[in-house]
């Protein structure tokens, strides 16, 4: 469905953070969105967010990069697949 990586690196502040968000289709008809996060070269943490329709998700997507790229992260690749599933 989609999928965004975002990244912030600070050497001043000995900052190198990743922040990834897909957009993953359910089993039953519902989406969910997937962040993953942490220090660049750790495991980091994973936390997921279940909605009913894609266009909640996707808002959600929307919302958070828009708060991260406030806080300086800057998005390096952002993928969107829209095939239609038939």
Known sequence: MSVS???RIDHSQNMARAYELS????L???VSIVR???RI?????????????EAEAQKMQDD?????????????????D?????
Not at 23 to 26: A, H, L, V
Not at 41 to 53: M, R, V
Not at 64 to 80: C, D, S
């Open 64 to 80: 958070v990069l828009r708060q991260k790229q406030r806080r300086g992260y800057e998005l390096i690749t952002a993928f969107a």
């Open 36 to 38: 993953h996060w942490g």
């Open 23 to 26: 957009i993953q289709p359910g």
């Open 28 to 30: 039953f008809g519902d």
């Open 82 to 86: 829209h095939r239609s599933e038939d």
């Open 5 to 7: 990586v975002l990244r």
């Open 41 to 53: 070269g750790t495991a980091g943490q994973t936390k997921e967010f279940w909605f009913d329709t």
